[in-house]
Structures are given as C-alpha cells and as structure tokens.
C-alpha cells in the first residue's frame, strides 16, 4: 500500500521495486520446479501481434523523423485524439512515468491507490511530498493527481465523467496501461480542452511489451518539453515499424478482446474453484483473494508457475491470462493434481 512519508534520502530514491517478470530470481528460489516456466506474473497479452516481416533498414538506420510522425498519427487514431501533435512516442510507458516529474511542476502529488507504485517512487525521487489517496475526493487538497484507470492491480475503474470532473479542478496524470480494451473509459480525447495528461502502453495489449513503446497524450506545450526531454531518435526502428502496423488494426484488436474476455471468464471459473475469491481485474490479468494466498504462490511456483504477489496485501495474487498451453498446467498445480502436491 502506498504510504505519505518525507522526501527520500538518495540511496531510497534509487531502490527499484518489486515486479512481476523476473524469472531469474524465482527459479533461484524453486530450483526443482519443472521447466519451462510459466510466466503469469505480469499483465501482458499472451498472444503477441503477428509482427510480419520487417525491412533491415528497420535495424541498420537511424529512426526517420517521418517514421516517428506517422506513428504518433496512427496513435492518435487509435485512441481518438484529434490532433496527433498531442502524441508523443517514448520506449515505454515506464520511461514517460519516470519523466513526468521532470516537466510537470507541483508540491503535492496525490497517487490513488493502491496501484502501480512506480508511479509514487517516480515523484519521490524528484522530491515531491507523495500522498496516499484512498479516494477521488482526497486528491483534492493536491497539485497532481495521479489515477491508472483500469487500475492495476485491481482492475477499479474510475467514470469517464468523474476523470473529466477531476480533470479540470487540478493537473491530472491518467495512466491508461491497460485501456486498450476499454475504450469507452478513455479520457485521451479531452487533453486540449482539460490540460490532462494521459499515459498508454503499447505492449500490454498487443503482446509486445519486449518492443518498449508508450505514448503520452497532452497539450501541445507539454508535448514540445517531453519531445526535447527524450531527445532524437527515442523509438527505435522495429518498434515504429510494428506500432503503426498494430495500432492500424482494428480488426485484431476487436478479436484478440474476445478472446481476451473468454479466457478471463474461465480463468476466474478455474480460481473459484480452487478456492479463491475474484478481487478484480482486466482483460489481460485477474486480482484473487486467498486466506492461504503464499502457500498457494509457493504450491504454484514448485510446478514452475510464476504468479505476482503483494508485500502489502499477502492474501492477494494476481495472475495473467494463460496462452492455450500453459491452461492444463495451472488447473493442475491450482487444484494439487499430480507433480503439484
């Protein structure tokens, strides 16, 4: 959970967090589990854009500017911004977090959580006072907000009309990581009317996230001071290539949130089963309650199953959507059938 403390001291402000994805240190851990791993300990789309063939100037030159801005463009499609000089590419959402705090003045920052605490360390380090808000309304004593909207881990969503609301009562930081499959809720369209600034990522839905591409959609002064923050050539080759081929599918992408909604409905249907109660969640992870959540996570790992846990919620476990062969697998380990008692 997200705490208010003092502005850290230099060795707290570079401490990295704990994530999912880090398969080293759980095989460390489990060295008898079976092998291959089964990664669910992130909330990435398990069935990756079909890339296609790539030309090999993508990897022998420099980025093109005119690359760069048909990619913005077809961002700005994607996510119903009128005016694509509003979209600034980046390689992740992560390194425009990390920004942020570079171009955005403001004391207090308000985070609504629990969520993403990358979001709190990035204004720690930039000595900001970081506030634990528990609801819309306590943000509103704050110079920033900030809001990820579908949350992670919880999947809470906050009302399209609340984030408008809130949008023009103070400087606020949408993250919309997870939006791709909600479009509805998306607040990218109002950034030149509200002065919002609304963050996406590209590799969550569309599989990719090794690519590293994000984009930050805000007024057009805002997007100038991000553009000479990050420099020239701040996408790289293949990842321009593929983003303005995905982001350009529309057809794909209404498939894959089929398929992603099926596969979430029999996930939660498997955890239920196995005696979990569904927290929350998005189309691409579920949030689940158990009473022995860890020995659950370990009985998990020992088949080689990684899964996220939470320091701060030890009853909790959030699992990422199974591709079509990891499903046997996991019912297995979660129901103690087998090699996972």
Known sequence: MLQTRPAPDD??????LDHGGDLAAVRARFPQAPAPWIDLSTGINPHAYPVGELSDACF?????PADLVALEAAAARAYGVADPSCVVA???AQALIQLLPRVLPGARVGVLGPTYEEHALSWRRARRDVIACPSLEALAGCDIGVIVNP?????????RADLLALSRRM???VDESFADFSPMMSIADSVA????????SFGKAYGLAGLRLGFAIVPRDLAKALRAELGPWRVSGPALAIGRRALSDDAWL???HARLLASAARLDTLLVRAGFAIVGGTPLFRLAAHPAAQDMGDRLARAGIHIRRFAYRP???????????????????LLARGEAR
């Open 90 to 92: 980046a390689p992740g």
């Open 254 to 256: 209404r498939a894959m």
């Open 171 to 173: 400087r606020l930081v």
């Open 11 to 16: 060795r707290e402000a570079v401490a990295p």
């Open 60 to 64: 022998t030159r420099l980025p093109e």
């Open 151 to 159: 949350n992670n881990p919880t999947g809470r969503v906050v009302a």
């Open 193 to 200: 009317q509200t002065g919002a600034i609304v963050l996406r």
């Open 315 to 333: 009853d909790w476990l959030r699992f990422g959507i199974p591709d079509d062969d990891a499903w046997a697998r996991l019912e297995d380990a």
